[in-house]
């Protein structure tokens, strides 16, 4: 969630017609953007394509403004996209995507008490000492608001916008199109399992009741554990459309770019601990790994740990695919990540036949990076380069592109962007040393 104490307030589109007109808006407003670009490029003597034409910085402006006003599912996978996708998306469609990372407009007062009131009845002030009506945080789905009980409990209470679970299957649609106009996606890429996949996930995230479910679990799980504080839920406000929790203070998790090497360090290594565990451990992994569900305790070191809408139970199947990937990892060998890598999904077989080269030369580079002596150094993105160039040669060829298993795209999402989040604080951790932990754990316990 971004914090929002700017006072940007715009009401939220509830209704289907209403999310339908802004979409209607949107698709006149590029096509009239294609058309005026088109003939000033057409007077200059130039034969544009539809592509540069639809990717102009004012057509940018046009989507990333009307996503971020409806909010819900077409804001969050434009979200989703954007930090799972962006090194290998056109420039100018990132810029439409990472943008909505940082826009969220929070409902006006009206809209607010309409909310609250269907949750908790018309007198619902006289339940709370106080109630602060600018959020804290806004974002795709809800809002935050702090709050204080006559009893003395400071609660978070996330509120979510109207219309938003009764819109999310059209509004998947509707950003799977925009996709496909990018053109993004080859029209023979079957998406259709994926877009499944991504309304039910987000359906799952706008169910509060599930997710005050999953915040008792992970509650439970690491209740004990002194790196992590998970804020106690609050059954007494939550139901449908708001879901309320034991408010706790911290920093967000980025402003430890300025922090000592050690602070830095220790940090990433608890959350990097945390994936292991979850996907080792527990079978259950939040997925959702938005720098904003992480916030950060100065005083004890301690990482808070937010928003559960996104947990999901992680097979055996999965966890035992990705222990026999990077146990080949550990091995340093070659033809072992690769069998594994085939085996768990991650890479067609078609790819590989076609790109032997450029995958064993990926795979030489991940080796190398992980057997490394020492700590590993993500502030060091030297092998990055070498990675990107290999896979959008790879990418280039669209016949053989190939959609991984949907739990391994979840997983997947959830390390790709702890390392991310280790690379903007650069981090040294000596990852080798804890996956080996973590396998050998495993492997005791069978």
């Not at 009307?66 to 998306?89: E, P, T, V, Y």
């Not at 509060?208 to 799980?221: H, K, M, S």
């Not at 991940?366 to 700590?375: S, Y």
């Amino acid at each position: 969630m971004t914090d929002e104490r700017d006072g940007r307030g715009k009401a939220v589109p509830s209704g289907r017609l209403a999310r339908l007109g802004v979409f209607g808006r949107l698709a006149g407003g590029v096509a009239g953007g294609v058309i005026a670009e088109g003939a000033r490029r057409l007077a200059d003597g130039q034969r544009p394509r539809m592509g540069d034409l639809l990717m102009t910085p004012g057509n940018i402006s046009r989507v990333a403004d009307q996503l971020s006003h409806l909010r819900g599912a077409a804001m969050k996978l434009g979200q989703m996209i954007s930090m799972d996708a962006g090194d290998f998306l056109p420039d100018e469609l990132t810029q439409i995507l990472s943008r909505l990372r940082d826009r969220a407009h929070h409902m006006p007062p009206a809209q607010l008490q309409g909310v609250l009131a269907r949750d908790w009845g018309k007198d619902w002030r006289r339940r709370f000492a106080w109630f602060d009506a600018t959020p804290v945080a806004a974002a795709s789905i809800g809002q935050v608001h702090r709050a204080a009980t006559p009893d003395g409990r400071i609660l978070a209470i996330k509120v979510q916008y109207p219309g938003v679970r009764d819109s999310i299957d059209a509004d998947v649609d509707n950003v799977a199109t925009l996709l496909r106009l990018s053109g993004v996606l080859p029209n023979a890429l079957d998406i259709a399992p994926l877009l499944a996949e991504a309304k039910r996930q987000l359906h799952e995230e706008a169910d509060y009741r599930r997710e005050a479910t999953q915040l008792a679990r992970f509650g439970a799980l690491l209740g004990d554990d002194p790196a992590y504080v998970v804020p106690t839920l609050d059954a007494e406000f939550s139901g449908d459309d708001v879901l309320a929790m034991s408010f706790v203070e911290g920093v967000a998790i980025e402003t430890l770019a300025d922090a000592d090497q050690a602070v830095r360090d220790a940090a990433m290594r608890a959350l990097i601990a945390l994936v292991l565990r979850e996907l080792f451990d527990f079978g259950l992994m939040q997925t959702d790994p938005n720098f904003a569900n992480y916030r950060y305790q100065p005083a004890t070191g301690r990482l808070v740990l937010l928003d559960f809408g996104a947990t999901r139970a992680i097979t055996p199947v999965t966890a035992d695919g990705y222990r026999r990937l990077l146990a080949a990892g550990l091995g340093g060998s070659r033809d072992g990540v690769r069998a594994a890598a085939i085996a768990a999904g991650f890479l067609g077989a078609a790819a590989v036949d076609a790109h032997r080269p450029q995958v064993d030369a990926m795979i030489d580079v991940i080796l190398g990076e992980l057997n490394r002596a020492g700590p590993f150094d993500f502030g060091d993105r030297a092998f990055v380069g070498g990675l990107r160039e290999q896979g959008m040669t790879m990418a280039a060829d669209r016949d053989t592109w190939h959609v991984p298993p949907v739990e391994t795209l979840f997983v997947q999402r959830k390390i790709s962007g702890t390392a991310l989040l280790a690379a903007r604080l650069k981090a040294r951790v000596d990852v080798r040393s804890m996956i080996a932990a973590a396998l050998d754990a495993g492997d005791a316990s069978r």
